[in-house]
């Protein structure tokens, strides 16, 4: 059959459309995530939508699986293919429509880049507002798909603040146009809605009209030694309620930097401490930010603000490249969500937890202070079996799980469920809940071909 299949898809797309070599099956099969083994069918590239909707249908008589494909930079194996699957990649559709400036909106393919559609828009004073170190890379279908958030949640929100319309192949086949172009609508569902962050199960996203900001105005950035993430709960509170705006507040732990400095060369900032802020402002009536550090005594271990934009854009690498950094070693990742008010308790917690089960474990703690997102990446050590590691982080997980449900939090903040936090999905989130989102699922993909075993199984 898969023989037949393949010919098929290779007659009415062409022979360079699809791939079954073993090298091309390792690279797009998986994404940033390497618990899974990739195990493809083939990868097809479809140039448009008319044959996206062709190879969908094509899936769906013959009953073969569809694992949707963007920029792979995910972080919950969302995008791996390990069970024989199709990976249909987006990559070509990577048309950027032109921009309606008075509507503030602009259509692309989902294939585009994100950082691609920024140099766009940058020419029009406009931009899309989910920054991600991965912009390089990660795409807009994959950002809307995976509902991604980054380090301009705190003033922007996510990415599904910022879409109007989405243009999908349902499981099938058939092409619909969800939304439109209105920044007002409430004629019925947000069914565009439903999509964002629907990790490609329900819909392959196809193209989408976006909803633009104008640039943000020149901001000011600065990174704060402190002695732990309270401290650094401290320090936000306290520069909310100054005359600023803030874009981004982000902490790190040392080992975090350390890593960076290694990975990357660049000079440490300040003096070693427990915990560093990274902190992004606008400063529209020119608060004296060194003089109000300075101002908050024994708070403020140390304290550099940038001077420049090239100084300012350095300082950012310490918190942009802790991923690339931390990406060459053996890690297990987590991505927690708890209310902001309860994030530095949480982070004591996961300290101590850690200390106490774990001791010669390094934990590499960091996270979007103003979204209550705590990043946590465990080091595996040298003399653990891979097998020995995995059971042990099974474990630690289950741990974190249970301190975040604490705190009415939530196991994925930003980074999703995927096949890596399946497993867990109903220790955060109410049975009933997972119920209905069986339910929508069934009810969009009766036979489960889109991206099937992704965040539950059926
Ligand atoms: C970030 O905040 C990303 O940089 C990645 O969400 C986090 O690597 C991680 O664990
Ligand atoms: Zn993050």
Same mark, same amino acid.
């Given at each position: 059959?898969?023989?037949?299949?393949?010919?098929?898809?290779?007659?009415?797309?062409?022979?360079?459309?699809?791939?079954?070599?073993?090298t091309?099956?390792?690279?797009?099969?998986?994404?940033w995530?390497?618990?899974f083994?990739?195990?493809?069918?083939?990868?097809?590239?479809?140039?448009?939508?008319?044959?996206?909707?062709?190879?969908?249908?094509?899936?769906?008589?013959?009953?073969?699986?569809?694992?949707?494909?963007?920029?792979?930079?995910?972080?919950?194996?969302?995008?791996?293919?390990?069970?024989?699957?199709?990976?249909?990649?987006?990559?070509?559709?990577?048309?950027?429509?032109?921009?309606?400036?008075?509507?503030?909106?602009?259509?692309?393919?989902a294939?585009?880049?994100?950082?691609?559609?920024?140099?766009?828009?940058?020419?029009?004073?406009?931009?899309?507002?989910?920054?991600?170190?991965?912009k390089?890379?990660?795409?807009?279908?994959?950002n809307?798909?995976?509902?991604?958030?980054?380090?301009r949640?705190?003033r922007?929100?996510?990415?599904?603040?910022?879409?109007?319309?989405?243009?999908?192949?349902?499981?099938?086949?058939?092409?619909?146009?969800?939304?439109?172009?209105?920044?007002?609508?409430?004629?019925?569902?947000?069914?565009? !809605?439903? #999509?964002?962050?629907?990790?490609?199960?329900?819909? &392959?996203?196809?193209? $989408?009209?976006? *909803? %633009? =900001?104008?640039?943000?105005?020149?901001?000011?950035?600065?990174?704060?030694?402190?002695?732990?993430?309270?401290?650094?709960?401290?320090?936000?509170?306290?520069?909310?309620?100054?005359?600023?705006?803030?874009?981004?507040?982000?902490?790190?732990?040392?080992?975090?930097?350390?890593?960076?400095?290694?990975?990357?060369?660049?000079?440490?900032?300040?003096?070693?401490?427990?915990?560093?802020?990274?902190?992004?402002?606008?400063?529209?009536?020119g608060?004296?930010?060194?003089?109000?550090?300075?101002?908050l005594?024994?708070?403020?271990?140390?304290?550099?603000?940038?001077?420049?934009?090239?100084?300012?854009?350095?300082?950012?690498?310490?918190?942009?490249?802790?991923?690339?950094?931390? !990406?060459p #070693?053996?890690?297990?990742?987590?991505?927690?969500? &708890?209310?902001?008010? $309860?994030?530095? *308790? %949480? =982070?004591?917690?996961?300290?101590?937890?850690?200390?106490?089960?774990?001791?010669?474990?390094?934990?590499?703690?960091f996270?979007?202070?103003?979204?209550?997102?705590l990043?946590v990446?465990?080091?595996?050590?040298?003399?653990?079996?891979?097998?020995?590691?995995?059971?042990?982080?099974?474990?630690?997980?289950?741990?974190?799980?249970a301190?975040?449900?604490t705190?009415?939090?939530?196991?994925?903040a930003?980074h999703?469920?995927?096949?890596?936090?399946?497993?867990?999905?109903?220790?955060?989130?109410?049975?009933?809940?997972?119920?209905?989102?069986?339910?929508?699922?069934r009810?969009?993909?009766?036979?489960?071909?889109?991206?099937?075993?992704?965040?539950?199984?059926?």
């Amino acid at each position: 059959m898969s023989t037949n299949f393949l010919e098929q898809l290779r007659a009415n797309l062409g022979a360079n459309a699809v791939a079954t070599d073993p090298t091309e099956l390792q690279h797009w099969g998986r994404d940033w995530t390497r618990a899974f083994e990739p195990a493809p069918l083939a990868v097809v590239w479809p140039r448009d939508t008319a044959e996206v909707a062709f190879v969908v249908q094509a899936c769906s008589e013959a009953c073969v699986a569809i694992v949707p494909s963007g920029g792979r930079t995910g972080l919950a194996a969302g995008a791996v293919a390990a069970r024989g699957e199709l990976v249909l990649s987006l990559d070509r559709l990577r048309n950027v429509g032109p921009v309606d400036v008075l509507n503030r909106s602009v259509t692309v393919g989902a294939g585009v880049p994100n950082a691609v559609l920024q140099e766009a828009l940058a020419p029009h004073g406009l931009w899309w507002p989910v920054d991600l170190a991965s912009k390089g890379s990660a795409t807009i279908g994959g950002n809307l798909a995976t509902n991604a958030g980054g380090l301009r949640v705190l003033r922007y929100g996510h990415a599904r603040n910022w879409v109007l319309g989405l243009e999908v192949v349902l499981a099938s086949g058939e092409m619909v146009r969800l939304g439109g172009a209105l920044h007002k609508d409430n004629s019925g569902y947000a069914l565009q !809605q439903l #999509l964002v962050g629907s990790e490609g199960t329900l819909g &392959v996203i196809t193209a $989408a009209t976006l *909803a %633009l =900001a104008p640039l943000p105005g020149p901001s000011e950035v600065f990174v704060v030694g402190l002695r732990d993430f309270d401290a650094a709960a401290r320090l936000f509170g306290a520069l909310r309620s100054c005359s600023v705006t803030i874009n981004a507040f982000e902490a790190l732990t040392d080992l975090c930097l350390t890593r960076v400095v290694t990975h990357t060369g660049l000079p440490r900032p300040l003096p070693t401490c427990a915990v560093y802020a990274l902190c992004d402002v606008e400063n529209p009536r020119g608060l004296d930010l060194a003089g109000w550090l300075a101002g908050l005594g024994d708070l403020v271990i140390d304290a550099v603000v940038a001077t420049d934009r090239a100084q300012a854009e350095r300082l950012w690498q310490y918190r942009e490249r802790i991923t690339e950094s931390l !990406q060459p #070693l053996r890690l297990h990742k987590n991505d927690v969500a &708890v209310p902001v008010s $309860a994030m530095a *308790a %949480l =982070a004591g917690e996961v300290s101590k937890w850690f200390a106490a089960h774990r001791p010669d474990w390094q934990v590499a703690l960091f996270g979007h202070v103003g979204d209550g997102n705590l990043h946590v990446n465990a080091l595996a050590p040298q003399h653990l079996s891979h097998e020995a590691w995995r059971a042990a982080c099974a474990d630690a997980d289950r741990a974190l799980y249970a301190l975040v449900a604490t705190h009415g939090g939530s196991l994925s903040a930003e980074h999703g469920i995927g096949l890596l936090k399946k497993p867990y999905l109903g220790l955060t989130r109410d049975g009933a809940e997972v119920a209905q989102m069986r339910a929508v699922k069934r009810a969009l993909d009766p036979a489960n071909l889109l991206n099937p075993g992704k965040i539950f199984d059926l």
